[in-house]
């Protein structure tokens, strides 16, 4: 399980899971509950690029980011490694 520390969100931690390019498994920490597992629940399955590129710069309530780009940035990392 790999572990991300978010900046400006309410979740300060992502931890994931990645087999063959494939998201296995997101939980945030903290954060909005509802939201939180929406996300986690839609990823589930998917390829890391097209999360990447979905997520990527959404913005939540002019914060210059949101959980879902925290999410994108955190799969961005995981990939330069």
Known sequence: MEKYKTQGVCSPEIYFEIEEGIIKNV??????????????????????EEVIDKFKGIDCRGKGTSCPDQLSKALAAYIKK
Request: charged fraction near 20%.
């Open 27 to 48: 939980e945030f920490v903290r954060g909005c509950p509802g939201n939180a597992l929406g996300i986690s629940t839609l990823v589930k399955g998917l390829k890391v």
